[in-house]
């Protein structure tokens, strides 16, 4: 399989605003808001890598040189969520010189419930099969968002498992600690995380 990924559009909502990490922490003060914030998106981003997830809502370019390659997509949401969507699929047609062109959204499906995303044909009784594509390298390009728009739509055990993260940083700022292993995941934050965690990635 030969496709890439990246994010097009970063998300700007964390998934847990700085009072809800506060009130965690009983800080009552401002002084470390902007440091309790950088806590929580190093967090996220390790919740979302363990899990292999996005989160909060982004928007993502994946590009495929051929059809086959574009069934799953990279990045999912949260699983069973369904906060996904597509934007577009363009591809380069296979003229001599190729355009750059927009599938209609009537000739494929958007399963946005599996994990990973998968996108196929429609009803093959209607739609006559995949358009021809140039040979080029990135001929096909899908354009899609995944995530939460507000962070209160998040499952409570992922933000609890951030909070948890959170918490441990926030308390422990030295990588060693005597008598406590502050470099490994808590074990109560993986529990909350694995029943989110997508095993099958998109890009294998």
């Keep these: 399989?030969?496709?890439?990924?990246?994010?097009?559009?970063?998300?700007?909502?964390?998934?847990?605003t700085t009072a809800e990490a506060k009130t965690h922490l009983r800080v009552d003060f401002s002084d470390d808001n902007?440091?309790?914030?950088?806590?929580?998106?190093?967090?996220?981003d390790v919740i979302e890598n363990y899990c292999n997830i996005k989160i909060m809502d982004v928007t993502i370019t994946q590009?495929?040189?051929?059809?086959y390659d574009s069934f799953e997509l990279y990045f999912s949401?949260?699983?069973?969520?369904?906060?996904?969507?597509?934007?577009?699929?363009?591809?380069y047609n296979d003229a001599a010189t190729p355009v750059l062109t927009t599938w209609a959204a009537s000739n494929y499906d958007?399963?946005?419930?599996s994990a990973p995303l998968r996108v196929s044909l429609a009803d093959l009784d209607s739609v006559d099969g995949y358009p021809n594509i140039s040979s080029m390298l990135n001929a096909i390009e899908i354009t899609y968002k995944v995530g939460y728009t507000n962070s209160?739509?998040?499952?409570?055990?992922?933000?609890?498992?951030?909070?948890?993260?959170?918490?441990?940083?926030?308390?422990?700022?030295?990588?060693?600690?005597v008598g406590?292993?502050?470099?490994?995941?808590?074990?109560?934050?993986?529990?909350?995380?694995?029943?989110?965690?997508?095993?099958?990635l998109g890009l294998n």
């Design 110 to 113: 958007f399963d946005k419930y």
């Design 1 to 16: 399989m030969a496709r890439n990924a990246y994010i097009a559009t970063p998300s700007t909502v964390q998934i847990l």
């Design 77 to 91: 949401p949260v699983q069973n969520s369904g906060k996904a969507s597509i934007e577009h699929i363009k591809y």
């Design 180 to 200: 406590r292993s502050v470099g490994r995941i808590p074990m109560t934050a993986t529990y909350l995380m694995n029943r989110y965690r997508i095993t099958d």
């Design 152 to 177: 209160s739509d998040v499952p409570k055990a992922l933000k609890q498992a951030c909070l948890i993260l959170v918490g441990q940083w926030y308390e422990n700022r030295q990588e060693a600690v």
């Design 34 to 44: 902007d440091y309790i914030d950088s806590l929580v998106l190093a967090a996220q």
């Design 63 to 67: 590009r495929c040189d051929s059809w």
